[in-house]
């Protein structure tokens, strides 16, 4: 199935949601209405007894809403948290460097930011579900320019995948998740939504273009962690923010998912793409 297919399918569930929420608040309105006919006597309790109802179904109606939308988001999640890993890199003279990444397929391979893997001779890559495990890893490949880093775990068996979406169809307002390991808190979740689809930035003396910028909370710890649509599917990559005072400002950026394929591609490692 094509992204646009799978929004269709997302929209077709939310608008059967709102229709059924909608249903409801009808029954609460027409509820009123009998009562003001079978109790004449009444006609003015019965009226606000109207009016209460309606308060009661406008407010039904937001917190349906609100359950349709956060059961989404609670499968969306589900769908990728567990392919997600921290990362440690030791560099020789032992400082380290720890970030984030994502499985992106059965055999072991994980994308991050080279800036997480740094110059470490030894890296080394947590799990934290089904049950936590570390394991060595080796840099198969390293992309300075586009901030990148692919490496595999170094030991058999078969790992859950995350699959990559279409960032190109992403649009300013749209949900998105951040998943990673913020100052040693495994896998959190934070929430926003797109600001920008195409942002050129200088961070840190290192240039950035085409960016995906949100509002989704990241820190330390979260870069080279997922970036995730409500189809529980990876749009980005996490990778840096705009901190003027060293904390979290309200801005984040995200590498696109398509260079996340390119870099797959180019590698000859097959992924999953979004259904």
Known sequence: MTNSRAQSKALDWLLLCILGVLVGALALQIAGFVWSAINPGLANSGAESSAVLAA??????????????????????????ASVVGITSNAA????????GMIVSPEGYIVTNSHVVGAG??????????????????????????DLALLKID??????????????????????????????????????IVGNTDMDVVIEGRQYRNMI??????????????????????????????????????????????????????????????T
């Open 155 to 192: 030991t058999d068996g078969t790992f859950p995948a995350v699959s990559l979406g279409e960032s190109e169809t992403l649009e300013v307002g749209d949900i998105v998740l951040a998943v990673g390991s913020p100052y040693g808190f495994e896998q959190s979740v934070t929430r926003g």
């Open 56 to 81: 009661a179904g406008d407010e039904d109606l937001a917190l349906q809403l609100v359950a349709c939308e956060s059961e989404s988001l609670g499968t969306a999640i589900a769908n990728v948290r």
């Open 121 to 146: 001779d030894a890296v080394t890559v947590t799990l934290f579900s089904p049950a936590r495990a570390s394991y060595s890893a080796r840099i198969v490949r390293l992309d300075d320019r586009a």
């Open 213 to 274: 910028q949100t509002d989704a909370a990241t820190n330390k710890g979260n870069s080279g962690g997922p970036l995730v649509n409500i189809e529980g599917e990876v749009v980005g990559i996490n990778t840096a923010i705009y901190a003027p005072t060293g904390a979290f400002a309200g801005i984040s950026f995200a590498i696109p998912a398509s260079r996340v394929k390119h870099l797959l591609q180019e590698a000859n490692i097959l992924f999953k793409e979004g």
């Open 93 to 100: 003279g032992g400082s380290g460097t720890s970030g984030s």
